[in-house]
């Protein structure tokens, strides 16, 4: 699995510290659109597509979760 940017990592915990629900990926999506991380969101998309890709934005939250703990 490749390894995720830091910058991503880093806005999904400014968005948790900002108490957003980071179970609703819509919630995240809004948080970096106000924060003008328009380039972060197209990582989480499946490649080729204008597809949401869930189950990604899922283990990046869970990454990002695991990283903080460290």
């Known amino acids: ?5 830091t910058a991503i990592l880093d806005s999904l915990a400014a968005a948790e510290k900002s ?4 179970g609703s990926p ?4 809004d ?3 106000a924060q003008g991380e328009r380039q972060s969101i197209l990582y989480f998309y499946k490649p080729n597509s204008v597809e949401f890709d869930f189950d990604k934005f899922t283990g990046i939250v869970e990454e990002m979760r695991t ?4």
């Not at 108490?19 to 980071?22: A, H, L, Q, R, T």
């Not at 819509?26 to 999506?29: H, R, Y």
């Not at 990283?67 to 460290?70: N, V």
């Open 1 to 5: 699995m490749p390894v995720t940017p």
């Open 19 to 22: 108490g957003v629900d980071m």
């Open 26 to 29: 819509k919630a995240v999506v």
């Open 31 to 33: 948080f970096m659109l």
């Open 67 to 70: 990283r903080k703990e460290q």
